[in-house]
Every structure is written in C-alpha cells, then in structure tokens.
C-alpha cells in the first residue's frame, strides 16, 4: 500500500492516465482546468451539462469515454462537488472519500485529479486542502493498493500541497505518502 503524490502535472500528461474532473453545479462555460479537459472532449462534457444529463450536484458521476482524439479509449470520470459557496472541508472530505471509493469500484487507481477554481471560494483553502489531503492518505494506508495521484489544481500552488500532505503525515505517521515533483 504506497501513494505517490506527482506535481510533474503539464497539460501532456492529462489524458495518459484516467482523468477525474471535480465540478461544481455552476454555469458553463467550464473554466481553467476543466475547461481544458472539456475542450480536449470536443465540448462534450459542457453539451451534457446544457442538456441537463449531468449537474455538478453532491456526488454525482458520468463515465466518458475520449473517441474522437488521439487519447482514444481514455477514461473521464465527472463528479459533482455540490454549491462552490456551500463548500466546507468537513463536506469535502465527505465528497473526497466517497469519490475514493467510486475509483476503487471502477479499479482506478492511477488518476489525474482536475479541480476547478478555488480562487473565489468563501472557505479557507488550507483548510479545505488539508481536509482532502488527510482523506486520502487514511483512505489509501488502509487498502492493499499503489495509488498514484496526479493533482491539477486551479488557484492552488504546488507548496501548499506538498505542505497539506506533508502535515496529514504527520497526524498519520505511518501512511506511505513519495511526493514526486518532477519525473525523471
């Protein structure tokens, strides 16, 4: 059981491994990071919002598949985060682990992790990210698995998440946490 943290995350990397973008239940158009993810899905996933066959609701999932580029095959899976506003880091470490264990029932174990903008939320973003950090790392010491993470996070610098990792170790001293931050 190992989790490997990457911030070696450039736009190249994005579809190499399954793609999991995290939503609010917001307008479109989709922005930073998801929007890129949209735009690499020929703008399906902003028709299936304004088709109303997916909203960024609390929990909810959708399962793409790329077809039409040269990423053919990869999956991208959708989740719902719920109100940007209502965001607190007691619900996202709720949302955090029930996505955890969605991935491990689809046996994706390998993902790169697209959050949207957290630049105007109304929670404190340390707070929210030692939250998602300290879930993880109880989630993933706890099953016999290599996960690998690749986190693309809108409006959150590479310092404050090697700190939040690095200060849930500390709360969980034995999880096997390797931050990589540039690959070899």
Not at 24 to 42: N, Q, S
Not at 81 to 90: D, F, P
Request: proline fraction near 4%; charge should be negative; aromatic fraction near 10%.
């Amino acid at each position: 059981m190992s989790l490997e943290i990457n911030l070696d995350a450039s736009f190249d990397r994005l579809f190499e491994e399954p793609v999991v973008v995290l939503l609010f239940d917001e307008r479109l158009p989709l922005h930073g990071y998801p929007g890129i993810v949209d735009w690499e899905l020929c703008g399906e996933l902003s028709r299936m919002i304004a088709e109303k066959k997916f909203e960024g609701k609390e929990k909810a999932r959708m399962l793409l598949y790329l077809r039409h580029s040269c990423y053919h095959g990869r999956k991208v899976l959708a989740y719902g985060l719920g109100r940007k506003n209502a965001l607190t880091s007691q619900k996202l470490s709720l949302l955090t682990e029930d996505l955890l264990v969605a991935l491990s029932k689809l046996s994706l174990y390998n993902v790169v992790h697209v959050m949207p903008s957290l630049y105007d939320i109304s929670s404190d973003i340390q707070g929210l990210l030692a939250g998602v950090a300290y879930t993880i790392l109880n989630y993933t010491s706890t099953k016999d698995r290599e996960y690998r993470l690749w986190p693309m996070w809108d409006g959150v610098s590479r310092s404050d998440i090697v700190n939040s990792f690095k200060g849930a170790t500390g709360i969980l001293p034995d999880a096997p946490l390797s931050i990589i931050e540039k690959e070899d």
